[in-house]
């Protein structure tokens, strides 16, 4: 800051800061008096700045380690945070018959690279040498499309090709951060996709409901709704007979402030989402309410021929059923994160464990498990919730619409009285009701919890307290208030 020796002298500047991991922002609103004495700094400066053609406009960049700072100021503007959005639009597609053949063909050449890239570095790694990186694979494909026996890899797009293998190269990053398990084989006819990186070779027409993709021509689709941004990459995939394009997109929103205060939210099966203000959500339970029309269709599928002709019009029946499944959870967890993100600033959730909780309980034939069957039960009532995608959806939305989502440890969340801070297993002696064995506190165990995970969720974004600190601590006046309306 030493090159600017009048910018801290002038008295009329207001500055608001803001933080960004890779850079610092500065905005302020000056005088017209002191914009003129700006304007000079920056005339006698002009070899440290990088400015546009706007006189109220200007970027200074600096070189610092460990990284680069972004200096910019708006004059006479209000103070706005931008944020960086990347979106998903997805349409389905109406492709003629030629195009569907194209973009099978294009989905199985991808497949067949995963795989031949999959098969080569499982050969290198049991004859001991080191794995290939992508730009390797890159080379191998090249050759690979020009060999005799596999020249018809040429009518798919070279890029998506690549991709594939892009996949796999992050399958295998996510596999050694403990993320994920090994890379496996992919099968046909399950997740069928293919992807387009470059964006200057797709063209957008939605005046006229359609898109240009490199090698299918313009493909007619059902547009729904407007994209918004510019567009980065698009995926072409294919579910229960039917093709369907993702238009990812990139822009900048202003940041609004956020509406509401803070929440806690308790996850349950009787109660999907129950909130710390009394606000409770029913469980939609997709799965259940299709369980009988899907055992009809899988026993209707045993009794054919395997792949037969009616074997597979069996099966595309119970892949449709599949398909309303997911997506009537998919829309019932868009509604209900969205209301709740938009009416609140601050979310507390529990960091739920889904795949340990819902673990089978088999055990193995030497030690067998108990309550099997009933165990399996509660996992599917869990799986059916959708618990992880709800956390999802909200950790994104809350982002776009200026709030946070802060995750709680769920040790004693619903065994712990929020009057008196006594923790034990018998104040809860029914999944419905919370009875204190201490002080007599009564009210509804789910809205116990949610108001003991909004506790917690204050204290560890005032001060990070630990677990045995935070049960010290006393409630704040808008959770008393909350307790006394329990």
Excluded at 84 to 100: D, H, M, T, V
Aim: charged share 25%; proline share 4%.
């Amino acid at each position: 800051m030493s090159r600017w020796p009048r910018l801290m002298v002038l008295r009329p500047i207001v500055f608001a800061i803001h933080l960004h991991p890779r850079c610092l922002r500065i905005r302020a609103d000056v005088s017209e008096e002191a914009a003129q004495d700006v304007d000079r700094t920056r005339a006698e400066y002009t070899a440290a700045i990088l400015c546009d053609e706007d006189p109220m406009h200007g970027y200074a960049k600096t070189q610092c380690r460990p990284r680069r700072i972004l200096l910019s100021w708006l004059l006479d503007q209000r103070y706005r945070r931008w944020v960086k959005c990347l979106q998903a639009f997805k349409f389905e597609l109406r492709p003629n018959g030629r195009q569907r053949q194209q973009m099978r063909c294009f989905a199985g050449s991808c497949r067949y690279v995963y795989n031949k890239g999959l098969a080569l570095q499982k050969a290198r790694f049991y004859a001991g040498e080191s794995k290939l990186n992508y730009a390797g694979l890159c080379k191998l494909l090249t050759q690979w499309r020009s060999q005799t026996e596999t020249l018809w890899l040429k009518e798919a797009p070279t890029h998506s090709l690549q991709q594939a293998l892009k996949d796999l190269e992050r399958a295998y990053m996510n596999f050694f951060a403990k993320r994920a398990d090994l890379p496996r084989f992919k099968k046909k006819g399950r997740h069928e996709s293919f992807r387009y990186p470059d964006p200057m070779q797709i063209k957008l027409d939605p005046m006229n409901s359609r898109l240009f993709l490199p090698k299918l021509g313009w493909l007619r689709y059902r547009n729904s709704r407007a994209i918004l941004g510019l567009v980065k990459n698009v995926t072409v995939s294919r579910s229960c007979g039917r093709w369907f394009v993702s238009i990812q997109t990139e822009r900048e929103l202003e940041q609004p402030l956020p509406r509401g205060g803070a929440v806690g939210i308790d996850l349950g099966v009787v109660r999907f989402a129950t909130l710390s203000d009394g606000t409770f959500y029913a469980p939609l339970n997709s799965f259940k309410r299709h369980a009988a029309a899907l055992r009809k269709g899988q026993q209707a599928m045993c009794r054919k021929q395997k792949f037969s002709n009616n074997w597979r019009k069996a099966k595309e029946r119970i892949q449709r059923i599949h398909a309303r499944i997911g997506n009537a959870r998919r829309d019932y967890l868009h509604k209900t994160s969205t209301a709740i993100s938009q009416n609140h600033a601050m979310v507390c959730l529990e960091d739920l464990q889904v795949r340990n909780m819902s673990r089978s309980a088999a055990g193995t034939s030497e030690n067998p498990g108990k309550h099997v069957r009933a165990k399996a039960g509660l996992n599917r009532s869990i799986l059916d919730q959708g618990w992880f995608e709800f956390r999802r959806q909200l950790e994104y939305k809350l982002a776009w619409n200026g709030g946070s989502l802060i995750l709680v440890p769920p040790q004693n969340t619903s065994r712990r009285c929020p009057q008196c801070n006594c923790v034990s297993a018998r104040n809860r002696r029914t999944q419905e009701r919370f009875h204190c064995i201490a002080c007599g506190f009564e009210a509804n165990a789910d809205r116990v919890g949610a108001i003991n995970i909004l506790r917690a969720g204050h204290a560890r974004c005032a001060c990070g307290v630990s677990d045995s600190d935070r049960q010290q601590q006393e409630p704040t006046e808008a959770i008393q208030e909350q307790l006394r309306a329990a």
